[in-house]
C-alpha cells in the first residue's frame, strides 16, 4: 500500500512541475467536474489524505481553506508539509484490519479501506487533470506506475 501512496506523490510532484507552464488564469479557470480548477483540484487531493490519515489516527481535522493557499507555490509548499506527517504514519506500524470512524462519516472503516479509498481518489482526481491537460492541447504527465522507480523512494524511508 505504502507504493501506491509513494506514486501518487511522485505523480502529484510531476503534476507540480507541469503546472509551472500554466498562467495563474489557467491554474484557477473554473472548469467541467472535479473542484473546478486545476490548482484546487491538487489542493483538494493534499488535504483529503491529510484528513483521513489523521482520522485514522483518531487525531482531530484540521480544516485548510483552499483560498489561503490560492498559488502553485503554496499549494506545493502545503503538500510537501503535510506528506511528511502523512509519510511518518505510513512507515510506521498499524494494523490494517482495525476499525476506526472519522468524524464528517457515522460508519466505521478498516484501515485497510481507507487507505485503498485514499489512493483511488488521488487516481480519479488526476485523470481529471489529465482531461483538463487534453483541454488545453497538452500532454498530460504520465500515469505510469512502471518506470517511476518507486522503489528508490521507499528506501529512503
Request: aromatic share 12%; charged share 30%; glycine share 4%.
Amino acid at each position: 500500500m505504502r507504493k501506491f501512496f509513494e506514486y501518487n506523490w511522485h505523480v502529484r510532484d510531476d503534476w507540480f512541475e507541469w503546472c509551472k507552464q500554466l498562467s495563474k488564469e489557467e491554474l484557477n479557470k473554473k472548469r467541467c467536474g472535479g473542484v473546478e480548477s486545476i490548482l484546487h483540484t491538487l489542493f483538494h487531493i493534499t488535504e483529503v489524505e491529510y484528513s483521513w490519515l489523521r482520522g485514522i489516527q483518531g487525531k482531530e481535522d484540521i480544516q485548510f481553506e483552499f483560498c489561503n493557499y490560492a498559488t502553485l507555490e503554496k499549494v506545493q509548499l502545503i503538500s510537501d508539509e503535510l506528506r511528511d506527517e502523512n509519510a511518518k504514519f505510513l512507515y510506521s506500524n498499524f494494523d490494517m484490519n482495525k476499525m476506526v470512524s472519522v468524524p464528517w462519516d457515522k460508519a466505521k472503516y478498516t484501515i485497510d479501506e481507507i487507505l485503498h479509498h485514499i489512493v483511488a481518489h488521488e487516481i480519479h482526481h488526476i485523470g481529471q487533470l489529465s482531461v483538463w491537460a487534453r483541454e488545453l492541447n497538452l500532454a498530460p504527465i504520465q500515469a505510469h506506475f512502471i518506470g517511476r522507480r518507486i522503489d528508490i523512494l521507499s528506501e529512503n524511508k
